[in-house]
């Protein structure tokens, strides 16, 4: 230790950490430039906006820097595509609604007597024609009263017999005056009234005959029974609301469904001028539960939705469609014929409008495009395609206006999709 005064020199440990320091900082930028090299090297990301940077709009121009076209990377890496051609066909247009099943008929059967259940011949579920005996009531109390109104026809039918022989009598008697003609005339009003009894007896007759009729409970139309509401043994009466079962006509069925009073003049001329078929479809909007036809528009349009019902009648042979279900529905209302169509991935979306990527060569061009009418397959091109153009359907990240690529495959060709519905620039 010094006591003069003097300061203690320090022991040289600053200068040998500060060379460890900067050694470190050497080593920690040499590895960022290996990792920035790499990714380079293997995205084609070029940092002034070159051939590796997502596209912009069409027609706008890209930036330079080294890593565009004449940059240092990635210049003449060819991005990997698929592309479909266009072609021309045959596409629907449709009017896409929402709708309900309809039963056509649906009946509460119901006795028209009063009465013990005796029987019920069907089973729930059953499909039963018009005229099939669903029930039967006691007949005891009716066949009764039938029987006794032909009793009493007979009873009355006798007398009127007697009655016609005395009036033959009193004619012939009247004619010799051995009788008087007011006899004959009394007579003859009495004839006149065992006729008129006698037609009050059929009358009876038919009466308690309907009545009798009535015990035997049948199907009023053909279709399929439900729940059954009431047990064998029971006592029914003719003022019961409940009814015995009901029957809903399900073969064929309606659908009824709305369109926006937009449509109306459109649907209005097709309608007039054909039957117009319906597709009715599945919650997946896709699956074709049966084909039917137009039957009716309704004669006025909702004013507080803007809409207007319509229905359309189903055979349902294959009973896909069940009262009450909620259907998408699409109208049938034109077909345009031999159009160009692509894919509806091949169509993109920008700043002026759609557009698509078409191969020319060994590159692509931003070709700007009219769509008629598209749906989640199929889009119809008015302008900016002809039919034979190939244009890419997947690998846009990288894609701009004249980049090199290679087509790796053929997407799918388009078709006339069944559900194509209008899509911007097209009809309503």
Request: net charge neutral; glycine share 10%; aromatic share 4%.
């Amino acid at each position: 230790m010094r006591t003069d005064g003097a300061a203690e020199p320090q022991p040289a440990t600053r200068p040998r950490r500060r060379g460890r320091t900067a050694l470190g900082y050497l080593i920690t930028l040499a590895v960022m430039a290996g990792v920035a090299w790499l990714i380079v090297t293997q995205t084609g990301f070029k940092p002034g906006g070159g051939e590796g940077a997502p596209p912009g709009p069409p027609g706008m121009m890209r930036g330079g820097g080294g890593g565009g076209p004449g940059g240092r990377f990635g210049r003449d890496m060819a991005v990997p595509v698929l592309a479909a051609t266009a072609e021309t066909a045959d596409v629907p247009v449709y009017f896409d609604g929402v709708g309900t099943v309809r039963a056509l008929n649906v009946v509460t059967v119901r006795s028209q007597v009063d009465g013990k259940l005796l029987k019920l011949n069907f089973t729930e579920g059953q499909d039963v024609e018009r005229g099939f005996v669903l029930a039967e009531i006691d007949p005891t109390i009716y066949q009764a009263q039938y029987d006794q109104a032909v009793a009493k026809k007979a009873q009355d039918e006798a007398q009127l017999a007697n009655a016609r022989l005395d009036l033959e009598r009193y004619v012939r008697l009247a004619q010799s005056n051995a009788a008087t003609k007011q006899q004959a005339d009394t007579q003859r009003a009495t004839v006149a009234q065992l006729e008129a009894q006698v037609n009050a007896d059929q009358a009876a007759i038919d009466n308690t005959k309907a009545y009798l009729d009535y015990t035997k409970v049948v199907a009023p139309i053909s279709g399929r029974t439900g729940i059954r509401l009431v047990d064998v043994g029971n006592l029914v009466k003719a003022t019961d609301t409940t009814g015995l079962v009901v029957i809903t006509q399900i073969r064929p069925i309606s659908v009824i469904f709305t369109l926006p009073q937009q449509q109306l003049a459109t649907v209005n001329k097709a309608f007039s001028e054909d039957r117009l078929p319906v597709l009715a479809l599945g919650t997946d909007n896709r699956t074709v539960l049966d084909r039917g036809v137009l039957q009716v528009i309704d004669n006025q349009v909702d004013s507080t939705t803007g809409t207007v019902k319509l229905r359309a009648q189903f055979p349902n042979a294959d009973l896909q469609l069940w009262p009450g279900q909620f259907v998408n529905v699409k109208l049938l209302v034109d077909t345009l014929k031999q159009v160009v169509t692509v894919p509806t991935a091949a169509v993109q979306r920008g700043p002026n409008g759609p557009f698509a990527y078409v191969v020319k060569g060994d590159a692509v061009a931003v070709t700007p495009l009219t769509v008629t009418q598209q749906d989640d397959t199929t889009a119809v091109i008015a302008t900016g395609l002809s039919a034979g153009d190939r244009v890419v359907t997947t690998g846009f990240a990288q894609l701009a206006d004249g980049k090199r690529v290679t087509v790796s495959g053929n997407a799918a060709s388009p078709g006339a999709s069944p559900g194509a519905a209008p899509g911007p620039g097209g009809p309503p």
